[in-house]
T-cell receptor, first 113, second 109 residues
């Protein structure tokens, strides 16, 4: 099975500072990769997904961007954080032929002050 | 637009009582529906999918296309069923899932 690693676990950043959250996957090659934001009462909001290196699809226009420099590495970034970027960010992966079964990472709690 | 609705934020039942977590979707094509679960201090994980028509941990869910629903049911709730439950929709040949807002199930002793 797949194992998803995310870091850092928690992060406190000032408004206007840059962001880089990293996600790596073990146990499978060429996975589909996803970034979600989980907000209380609003469920999981899909931010980005990727079906291959360098291929990023954006679901929600916002202050964030994603990149996939390697097959099993997915990075969520921002040049200048906003207060509204605070939240819990989840990375997930699925096998190419089974996109419905997603394996989730432990998440990163981001607080923008 | 495609959407998944879970009308209850919190569902509280006593141990041994029946449970039904509601999920409704809006999608005009052929949907695939799933239930994901997140237990306390654990990662979100797949519980079941409608295509497999199986019972997992005593839970079942039937896709009702007429009512566009995929409710999760269990005849006798257990304390260890307490968790956050998310309903999810996959559209035709899509790589992504659309999640509902989740329902917290609390099973009291």
């Amino acid at each position: 099975s797949q194992t998803i690693h995310q870091w850092p676990a928690t992060l406190v950043q000032p408004v206007g500072s840059p962001l880089s959250l990293e996600c790596t996957v073990e146990g499978t090659s060429n996975p589909n990769l996803y970034w979600y934001r989980q907000a209380a009462g609003r469920g999981l909001q899909l931010l980005f997904y990727s079906v291959g290196i360098g291929q990023i699809s954006s679901e929600v226009p916002q202050n964030l961007s994603a990149s996939r420099p390697q097959d099993r590495q997915f990075i969520l970034s921002s040049k200048k954080l906003l207060l509204s970027d605070s939240g819990f960010y989840l990375c997930a992966a699925s096998k190419g032929g089974q996109p419905y079964e997603q394996y989730f990472g432990p998440g990163t709690r981001l607080t923008v002050t | 637009a495609q959407r998944v609705t879970q009308p209850e934020k919190l569902l509280s039942v006593f141990k041994g009582a029946p449970v039904e977590l509601k999920c409704n979707y809006s999608y005009s094509g052929s949907p695939e529906l799933f239930w994901y679960v997140q237990y306390s201090r654990q990662r979100l994980q797949l519980l079941l999918r409608h295509i497999s028509r199986e019972s997992i941990k005593g839970f079942t869910a039937d896709l009702n296309k007429g009512e566009t629903s995929f409710h999760l049911k269990k005849p006798f709730a257990q304390e260890e069923d307490s968790a956050m439950y998310y309903c999810a929709l996959r559209m035709d040949s899509s790589y992504k899932l659309i999640f509902g807002s989740g329902t917290r199930l609390l099973v009291r002793p």
